[in-house]
């Protein structure tokens, strides 16, 4: 796309926009949006969020000087039009690939980003923080901004954060509302409700006023005129202020705008959409879905939870068909675990559908309210492994590290669609204790059917003869096992498969399986220490077999990237796994 010389001076960075005349603003707006649309229907990513912050971004870009005066953005995938006014428009065409653009704020990228805030309602505590040490270093003419969005005040620590920010009546802050009404769908909850008396002057009252803030709007976020009067107040202000704009997710672009499930929220990139991909196996996610809303219909004790991600968690089926048994509780994971608990506690059986990444910030709700209590909860963890494009905070590679100490603990790992299915309606028979059941993003590999079984494990492939390697294979990694297996037996080398099914606990029945092994090696998509690899090391300590366990994983945060390339950097593919195999034959002699 060629751009005017409006877009073309404005991208230059904050200077050339401040300067820009009033008359050329909305010009550059439409070019932007259009820059946005050409290129995230190609590479992907968050569409509708930022074509809804157009106008609001380059008036904030106006009114503030940014680096000088931080803009820290919650959450951070509706910062694109921040990107391209801050200098990375030649680098835009690479947005969520490997070696490019964050679809994020990265810190790598640019000064004028502060914060990789891809996760919600963290922002106003960054800003307390930075405020803070303004104040404390005398630095008194500096600005912080926050600007939350997309559901973002749905989550309990904004509002941790809002109890402080509120107190401090001589801090200078700037809280810019960008409220579209919508996370992922529409935004739930009273804080959802009262934000649309505000927004039509049917309030009663106002929180934000009663907490001590000051308060502007609301204001449309799409108007400049609007926005630069608000900005300007805002800027003058000597004390926390809230600045409510109005916007519309998807605004400029009708296929967002009249899309009701999400607005385009996020898109894929065309060439690895449903109607280029040629996959013709089912997304693990819509898998969980049917599976849903089949025990629904058998079980009346089983309801669902999830944390404002009810379409991209597949509860919408669920939702549809049992409305009265689906809790949304917004972007609050702790709540939604601990809610959870109470479900269980009134002899329900919940089901909590949460990214495995984003689960992390509930562990120790995991821990203290539903493990402690030995209660049925069961939760489903999307996203999990290596996921590609989000980059390192949205990979989901802590959850077995971080849960497999938790006591009573049983987390399932299925291989394929039917083992989803399987070992789902596992989950939800056991009724003394938290289960959990990961899958990762994308399409169901092919069905893997057993050779035998292995206590709770499955063997998958094993050729004739005894002895030789033992390759344990979690979930989705088991078809590049087998792959590497077929191919040292080709080699005579003589490898057996197995999937434990369960990661946590260890089956005893695999250990002994061990015993005599020219190697032990396991193989995961998540973090090493403390992951499935030390689970088996452990076991095998426990029974005293004396086995000698090499684990293949991943130790550290991982970039964005495809999935599939990602697990080849880290020997977690088929010749990948060849190689180590071979190396810790060599070890062995």
């Not at 009724?431 to 069905?447: A, M, S």
């Not at 061990?514 to 090696?521: K, L, M, Y």
């Not at 195999?581 to 070890?587: P, Y």
Request: with cysteine; net charge negative.
């Amino acid at each position: 796309m060629t751009a005017s010389p409006a877009t073309q001076a404005a991208l230059l960075g904050h200077v050339a926009v401040s300067e820009l005349p009033p008359e050329k603003l909305v010009q550059l707006a439409d070019e932007i949006r259009q820059r946005l649309i050409s290129s995230v229907t190609i590479t992907g990513g968050h569409l509708g969020p930022n074509l809804g912050v157009v106008e609001l971004t380059i008036a904030l870009h106006r009114a503030f000087r940014s680096p000088y005066d931080p803009i820290v953005w919650d959450t951070g995938h509706q910062a694109y039009t921040h990107k391209l006014l801050t200098g990375r428009d030649d680098a835009f065409g690479s947005l969520r690939q490997r070696h490019g653009l964050s679809g994020y704020p990265s810190r790598r990228e640019s000064e004028h980003d502060l914060v990789e805030n891809s996760h919600a309602s963290t922002a106003l505590s960054y800003a307390d923080g930075l405020a803070k040490a303004f104040a404390l270093s005398g630095r008194h003419d500096r600005r912080v901004v926050a600007v939350v969005g997309d559901g973002s005040l749905t989550g309990g620590m904004a509002w941790e954060a809002l109890n402080n920010v509120a107190e401090a009546s001589d801090r200078p802050l700037v809280i810019v509302l960008n409220d579209n009404a919508r996370s992922y769908a529409p935004t739930v909850g009273a804080i959802a409700r009262h934000l649309a008396q505000l927004r039509a002057g049917t309030a009663t009252g106002n929180v934000f006023q009663d907490l001590g803030l000051a308060y502007i709007g609301p204001v449309d976020g799409h108007d400049f005129d609007c926005l630069s009067t608000a900005f300007a107040q805002a800027r003058q202000s000597r004390r926390p202020v809230v600045v409510h704009c109005v916007t519309r997710k998807g605004a400029g672009y009708p296929a967002a705008e009249i899309d009701e499930a999400d607005r385009l929220h996020t898109i894929p990139p065309l060439s690895t959409s449903p109607s280029f991909s040629g996959q013709a196996e089912p997304s693990w996610t819509s898998v969980f879905a049917d599976e849903m809303v089949r025990i629904g219909a058998q079980r009346p004790d089983v309801v669902a939870v999830t944390a404002a991600m009810l379409l991209p968690t597949g509860l919408g089926s669920f939702a549809e068909a049992f409305p009265d048994r689906t809790y949304d509780v917004g972007i609050a994971e702790q709540h939604a675990v601990t809610s959870a608990a109470g479900l269980a506690m009134a002899g329900l059986h919940p089901v909590v559908a949460i990214y495995a990444g984003f689960l992390n910030r509930a562990f120790d709700q995991v821990l203290m309210d539903v493990a402690l209590h030995h209660l049925p909860v069961t939760f489903v963890l999307d996203r999990a492994g290596i996921t590609g494009p989000d980059g390192p905070s949205h990979h989901g590679i802590w959850d077995l590290s971080l849960l497999a100490p938790v006591p009573g603990i049983r987390i399932a790992v299925p291989r394929d669609g039917a083992e989803l299915r399987s070992l789902l309606n596992e989950c939800l028979t056991w009724d003394h204790g938290p289960t959990i059941v990961r899958f990762p993003r994308g399409n169901t590999p092919l069905h893997v059917p057993a050779v035998r079984r292995l206590g709770t494990a499955e063997v998958v492939f094993e050729p004739p003869g005894d002895g030789g390697v033992l390759l344990l294979a979690l979930g989705p990694l088991v078809p590049a096992a087998i792959l590497a297996a077929e191919q040292l037996s080709r080699s005579g080398v003589r490898v057996t498969v197995v999937d434990p099914r369960w990661a946590t606990p260890v089956d005893p029945a695999i250990v002994q399986c061990g015993a005599g092994r020219s190697a032990v090696v396991t193989i995961e998509d998540g973090v090493v220490v403390g992951g499935f690899g030390d689970a088996v090391a452990r076991a095998s300590r426990a029974s005293h077999n004396g086995l000698q366990v090499l684990s293949v994983g991943l130790d550290d945060f991982i970039p964005a990237g495809d999935r599939e390339e990602l697990l080849a950097e880290h020997e977690l593919d088929s010749a990948g796994i060849v190689e180590v195999i071979q190396d810790a034959i060599k070890a062995a002699r």
